[in-house]
């Protein structure tokens, strides 16, 4: 059945409506960024760029870097964005736009995000990075879709017994990352747990200026939690969402987080900047090996 033009929408010059690109114009290699200014950081390592394109929050550059072609696309910030870009990135590789049907061959994209974290244990200092095993989703974008047959319930169940969570709240779904992009990216001095996706950067996060939160304990509730050996790690506002949609999808994703803050010491970076680079840099050097 063909999808409708309400649904799947076009620019006049055909390009998909919010990212305002065309199929030829993605590599199948896509490294996502939250800040529109850090696709350049990204790409200036790249040995050419043949591809830019900006619409709103979300910019692209497509490249080369050691005969790798890759797509740098800054997503802005949040699960909802999340679920904009990967719904289209996906259309424009496995959807043919001019028929608007669904392809018979499916292309499988391999996702990485070069993200900024902050560690919820005191044992990961700041400057340092984490690789997200699985995303823990408490936003509840990813309850739009069908997804039992990606989540986990024995540690979810697990988690809203320990945390004592608010059945006004979204159920949390556990997603976990591709092992394959995990083994290409994964070193010994990187850190690796479960990262935690919330929907806002104040309240859904534990952070009091003047409004009280609903439950002022849960951020310990969480830090205190383990579950077969593994902890939530980290807290930010994309990785389980990446990790949901590329399941559900049939994509490889993985997550890759500059500590820049640890919630648990207080402690915050003096050169974030510094270790955003170190991470870029990591990441390219992987991928293009």
């Known amino acids: 059945m ?17 990212l305002n690109l065309k199929p030829e114009h993605v590599a199948k290699t896509i490294i996502l960024v939250g800040d529109q200014d850090r696709v350049e950081k990204v790409s200036k ?12 929050e979300f910019k692209t550059h497509t490249g080369s870097l050691k005969g790798k072609r ?16 990967l719904n289209e990135l996906d259309a424009l590789f496995n959807i043919d736009l001019n028929t608007r049907l669904p392809k ?33 989703d408490i936003n509840g974008m990813l309850h739009a879709y069908q997804t039992e047959h990606i989540s986990h ?15 006004y709240r979204a159920r949390p779904i556990l997603v976990k990352n591709s092992q394959e992009l995990e083994d290409l990216l994964m070193e010994d001095h990187i850190y690796k747990g479960i990262t935690l996706t919330a929907g806002g950067f104040y309240g859904p996060q534990g952070r009091v200026l003047r409004l009280p939160l609903q439950d002022p ?41 500059a500590i820049i803050a640890n919630r648990a010491t207080g402690d915050f970076s003096k050169n974030p900047s510094i270790t955003i680079e170190n991470l870029i840099t990591y990441t390219l050097n992987k991928i293009s090996a």
């Open 104 to 136: 018979k061959e499916l292309t499988a994209l391999h996702i990485i995000r070069i993200g900024t974290s902050g560690a919820l244990q005191a044992s990961i200092p700041v400057d340092s990075f984490v690789l997200s095993s699985a995303g823990l």
């Open 153 to 167: 319930p024995d540690y979810e169940n697990a988690f809203i017994k320990h945390t004592q969570w608010n059945i």
């Open 217 to 257: 304990d849960l951020n310990r509730k969480i830090d205190s939690f383990s579950f077969g050996g593994l902890k939530v790690t980290n807290l930010e506002m994309e990785t389980s969402a990446i990790y949901g949609l590329s399941k559900l999808l049939g994509h490889h994703a993985v997550s890759l987080n």
């Open 70 to 85: 890759i797509s740098v696309i800054s997503t802005g910030i949040g699960p909802d964005n999340i679920d904009i870009v």
């Open 45 to 56: 390592h790249f040995d050419s760029i043949e591809f830019t394109s900006q619409k709103r």
């Open 2 to 18: 063909r999808i409708k033009a309400s649904e799947l929408i076009l620019n006049p010059d055909g390009s998909i409506y919010h």
